[in-house]
């Protein structure tokens, strides 16, 4: 069986559904189910039989080791992270406690649970490391993507965190020989993600009649990816990824995110148009910027297209069309998930940005709540 890591988060809920569908193959499901956990993206297979599910905190490195010597897993693909750069920027500690301090304990229990293993399954045996494309820092408008041999240079202190963890599994390939790979992937998209993120915010609130609320100049560029893609690269980095490698993982969809907001609007206007008939262009907001907002990320994925022969099946128009025909398709589980912890922290986020902002066409922070 293969043991997952933040399994009811985003992406790797995303994840174990797909596996569950297309692999007999048992999964153990370990998440603390912090505030980004919902066990509801899982209803789907929540009698399935071959999914365990444990509420656990991989910072328990003695629980950790138990569950491994319990369920005996192939695999570990480590999902589990704090994953919001706006939420490391207004309170860092809990992204060193779980990317480095939980990632390490992780890689502690693992290390003492491979060292027991028959030799055949410790050759075949994966600790498969999930992280992101921030650790190489920003980019320029004509600087190339980033490749694997680029070197480290984070910027905000989640893309810190991960850039810690990267380097704390690299580690254990060279000092003690655990198989590890890591992947880079740049940013996701798709069913199931928290709306504290730039596309299910903007869905949520467009369709909520509130503001739309764009950092800056809104001219920051990310490389997206839907999040069915990047879960079928993790099976093809499991699958044939060597050992000790690194696979970044991008969708070749560099979009500023203006143009993100604005081709939101036009499926939005299409399929959900407003009562009264105006564009949800209106609902567009300038607010305070990001402070140490990265400017440009771009993924090289030759590598991984080349040597494991994967390609995104998504461009950005059908996967970005796919993810608003899901959300308004499932909009009890947006209802849901906006009824926790969510809403204090848009009050948290957006309220402290009027202060000192000078841009026009700022929208009162009462207005996002
Ligand atoms: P998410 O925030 O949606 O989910 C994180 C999950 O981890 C949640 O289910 C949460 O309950 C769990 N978790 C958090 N702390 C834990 C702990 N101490 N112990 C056990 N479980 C814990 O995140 P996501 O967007 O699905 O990202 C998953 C992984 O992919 C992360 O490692 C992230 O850095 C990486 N990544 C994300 C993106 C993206 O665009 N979202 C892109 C590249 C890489
Ligand atoms: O690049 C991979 C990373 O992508 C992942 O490692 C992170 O886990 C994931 O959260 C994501 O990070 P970003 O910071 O790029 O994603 P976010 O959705 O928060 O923001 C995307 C862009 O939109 C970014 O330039 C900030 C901007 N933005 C975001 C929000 C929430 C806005 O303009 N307004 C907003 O309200």
Same mark, same amino acid.
């Given at each position: 069986?293969?043991?997952?890591?933040?399994?009811?988060?985003?992406?790797?809920?995303?994840?174990?559904?797909?596996?569950?569908?297309?692999?007999?193959?048992?999964?153990?499901?370990?998440?603390?189910?912090?505030?980004?956990?919902?066990?509801?993206?899982?209803?789907?297979?929540?009698?399935?039989?071959?999914?365990?599910?444990?509420?656990?905190?991989?910072?328990?490195?003695?629980?950790?080791?138990?569950?491994?010597?319990?369920?005996?897993?192939?695999?570990?693909?480590?999902?589990?992270?704090?994953?919001?750069?706006?939420?490391?920027?207004?309170?860092?500690?809990?992204?060193?406690?779980?990317?480095?301090?939980?990632?390490?304990?992780?890689?502690?229990?693992?290390?003492?649970?491979?060292?027991?293993?028959?030799? *055949?399954? $410790? !050759? #075949?045996?994966?600790? &498969?490391?999930?992280?992101?494309?921030?650790? %190489? =820092?920003?980019?320029?408008?004509?600087?190339?993507?980033?490749?694997?041999?680029?070197?480290?240079?984070?910027?905000?202190?989640?893309? *810190?965190? $991960? !850039? #810690?963890?990267?380097? &704390?599994?690299?580690?254990?390939?060279?000092? %003690? =020989?655990?198989?590890?790979?890591?992947?880079?992937?740049?940013?996701?998209?798709?069913?199931?993600?928290?709306?504290?993120?730039?596309?299910?915010?903007?869905? #949520?609130?467009?369709?909520?009649?509130?503001?739309?609320?764009?950092?800056?100049?809104?001219?920051?560029?990310?490389?997206?990816?839907?999040?069915?893609?990047?879960?079928?690269?993790?099976?093809?980095?499991?699958?044939?990824?060597?050992?000790?490698?690194?696979?970044?993982?991008?969708?070749?969809?560099?979009?500023?995110?203006?143009?993100?907001?604005?081709?939101?609007?036009?499926?939005?206007?299409?399929?959900?148009?407003?009562?009264?008939?105006?564009?949800?262009?209106?609902?567009?907001?300038?607010?305070?910027?990001?402070?140490?907002?990265?400017?440009?990320?771009?993924?090289?994925?030759?590598?991984?297209?080349?040597?494991?022969?994967?390609?995104?099946?998504?461009?950005?128009?059908?996967?970005?069309?796919?993810?608003?025909?899901?959300?308004?398709?499932?909009?009890?589980?947006?209802?849901?998930?906006?009824?926790?912890?969510?809403?204090?922290?848009?009050?948290?986020?957006?309220?402290?940005?009027?202060?000192?902002?000078?841009?026009?066409?700022?929208?009162?922070?009462?207005?996002?709540?």
């Amino acid at each position: 069986m293969i043991f997952v890591t933040g399994g009811a988060g985003f992406i790797g809920s995303n994840f174990v559904l797909e596996w569950l569908a297309q692999s007999p193959e048992p999964v153990v499901n370990v998440d603390k189910l912090t505030y980004a956990g919902n066990l509801g993206n899982l209803a789907d297979v929540a009698h399935d039989a071959r999914l365990v599910f444990v509420q656990a905190d991989i910072n328990d490195t003695a629980r950790m080791a138990a569950l491994l010597s319990q369920h005996k897993p192939r695999a570990i693909l480590h999902f589990a992270a704090e994953s919001h750069v706006d939420r490391s920027v207004h309170g860092p500690g809990e992204f060193i406690t779980t990317n480095i301090n939980g990632t390490f304990s992780l890689l502690e229990a693992t290390r003492a649970y491979w060292a027991h293993l028959p030799e *055949a399954d $410790k !050759a #075949a045996f994966r600790f &498969l490391h999930v992280s992101t494309d921030e650790v %190489y =820092g920003t980019l320029g408008p004509d600087d190339a993507p980033f490749a694997e041999t680029n070197a480290y240079a984070p910027n905000s202190p989640y893309a *810190a965190s $991960k !850039a #810690a963890s990267d380097h &704390l599994v690299r580690a254990y390939y060279h000092t %003690y =020989g655990l198989p590890v790979v890591t992947t880079n992937c740049s940013n996701n998209y798709g069913p199931y993600q928290f709306p504290e993120k730039l596309i299910p915010l903007m869905i #949520a609130n467009a369709l909520a009649g509130k503001a739309l609320p764009i950092y800056g100049d809104g001219q920051q560029v990310r490389d997206w990816l839907y999040v069915g893609d990047h879960c079928a690269a993790i099976r093809a980095v499991l699958a044939d990824g060597i050992v000790g490698e690194v696979y970044n993982i991008g969708g070749w969809n560099e979009r500023a995110n203006l143009d993100v907001v604005h081709g939101l609007i036009e499926l939005l206007d299409d399929l959900a148009p407003r009562a009264d008939g105006a564009s949800y262009k209106t609902q567009i907001a300038t607010v305070q910027d990001r402070p140490g907002h990265d400017r440009r990320y771009a993924i090289d994925a030759r590598k991984i297209a080349r040597e494991l022969g994967w390609k995104p099946v998504e461009t950005f128009e059908t996967g970005i069309r796919k993810t608003v025909q899901w959300y308004l398709a499932n909009s009890d589980w947006m209802k849901d998930v906006q009824s926790g912890d969510y809403l204090k922290w848009l009050e948290r986020n957006y309220a402290g940005r009027d202060s000192n902002v000078t841009q026009p066409g700022l929208v009162k922070a009462a207005s996002f709540l």
